[in-house]
């Protein structure tokens, strides 16, 4: 059974940068076709998908915040990192990793940590 749990500060200052890790574990994020996905949901509003790292560490963001949004990983840990930088009180939101699988889709999800950006 794949488990995901994110971790990361709840509180961020606004034009500071977001970082939150995904540690995973029953499962490696090397595996074949598994696409490791950070998701997020402000409040009131739905999912919004941000971006991946894939098996092969291949990245892919959301055009409206590529120029902001970093996803690495940590192989040795097992470990993949979200970094958005110079955020905004609208990047405030519930924030998710999620596997993406090419068969079943977004299999595994994190329960998710909320991040405000207040000063």
């Known amino acids: 059974q794949v488990q995901l749990q994110e971790s990361g500060p709840g509180l961020v200052k606004p034009s500071q940068t977001l970082s939150l890790t995904c540690t995973v574990s029953?499962?490696?994020?090397?595996?074949?076709?598994?696409?490791w996905t950070w998701i997020r949901q402000p409040p009131g509003k739905g999912l919004e998908w941000i971006g991946y790292?894939?098996?092969?560490?291949?990245?892919h963001y959301t055009p409206s915040l590529k120029s902001r949004t970093y996803i690495s990983r940590d192989t040795s840990k097992n470990q993949f990192t979200l970094q958005l930088s110079s955020v905004t009180p609208e990047d405030t939101a519930v924030y998710y990793c999620t596997r993406d699988s090419l068969a079943l889709g977004l299999d595994y999800w994190g329960q998710g940590t909320q991040v405000t950006v207040s000063s």
């Open positions: 029953g499962g490696s994020i090397t595996s074949n076709y598994n696409y």
């Open positions: 790292i894939a098996y092969s560490g291949s990245t």
